[in-house]
């Protein structure tokens, strides 16, 4: 899947993760799973419809390390994308 950033560079994902239609904690709980199964640098596009989902994955990509590379609502669902550090 290709994603547009804000700085108009396209990047695509490594992995889709699709966490729409489960409560907190577990999409976050699914990205670490998921990301741990990824290499250095690679990407991965979250999915999710949780409303508690976007400030978790700030937190979490901050406290982690893996970057959050953007973040964008569309309709009732969050679209992430992390970059494994």
């Known amino acids: 899947?290709?994603?547009t950033n804000p700085s108009a560079?396209?990047?695509?994902?490594?992995?889709?993760?699709?966490?729409r239609d489960v409560s907190c904690p577990m999409p976050i709980i699914q990205t670490a799973q998921a990301i741990k199964d990824l290499a250095s640098g690679?990407?991965?596009?979250?999915?999710a419809s949780d409303p508690g989902f976007e400030p978790?994955?700030?937190?979490?990509?901050s406290r982690t390390g893996n970057a959050?590379?953007?973040s964008e609502r569309q309709g009732n669902e969050i679209h992430a994308l992390l970059r494994k550090a």
């Not at 690679?42 to 999915?47: D, E, I, P, R, S």
């Not at 978790?56 to 990509?61: E, G, H, Q």
């Open 56 to 61: 978790d994955i700030k937190a979490w990509s």
């Open 1 to 3: 899947m290709t994603i």
């Open 68 to 70: 959050l590379l953007s």
């Open 9 to 19: 560079t396209s990047i695509v994902a490594d992995e889709v993760l699709d966490s």
């Open 42 to 47: 690679q990407t991965l596009l979250v999915l």
